[in-house]
């Protein structure tokens, strides 16, 4: 059995799909950090059969939006002198601001430089999003 130390203080993200792990390791820069993390790959589940887990042993910045739509079932435990303090379970979020983008060549996001790029859920089911500008449709298998 693989035995990996107890974090301090720190992040474990957790119940990632198999697979997965890797579009956020390299998404947080974690191949370049300067402290503790460990990155298990296909661990064994009873909910899921399969998982990916990553633990960072520093406490850092993570946008939950993003990690939402890599993986809407991602569990995200705070950990504070070896106890976890806090569980966010992610979902799909309402709302993404300079992550997807627009297709459309007409779209303002196109032509102009300065506009951000926002999207909305529009289907949840099927992890649809519109563009707030011109109703293009992105899903988060574009954003994978």
Not at 71 to 82: A, F, R, Y
Request: aromatic fraction near 6%.
């Amino acid at each position: 059995m693989l035995n990996i130390a107890k974090i301090k203080n720190g992040i474990v993200i957790d119940h990632i799909k198999a697979g997965q792990g890797i579009r956020i390791f390299n998404w947080l820069g974690l191949g370049k950090a300067h402290y503790p993390v460990a990155f298990v790959v296909n661990a064994s589940s009873e909910h899921m059969e399969r998982k990916d887990i990553i633990k960072i042993d520093n406490v850092i910045s993570i946008d939950f939006a993003v990690l939402g739509l890599i993986d809407p079932n991602i569990t995200v435990n705070i950990i504070e002198n070896e106890v976890i303090t806090e569980k966010i379970r992610l979902k799909l979020p309402e709302r993404v601001e300079g992550v997807l983008l627009c297709r459309n060549p007409r779209c303002v996001t196109s032509t102009e430089k300065y506009a951000t790029q926002v999207f909305h859920l529009a289907d949840e089911e099927k992890g649809a999003y519109r563009c707030e500008y011109c109703d293009e449709t992105r899903t988060t298998e574009d954003f994978r």
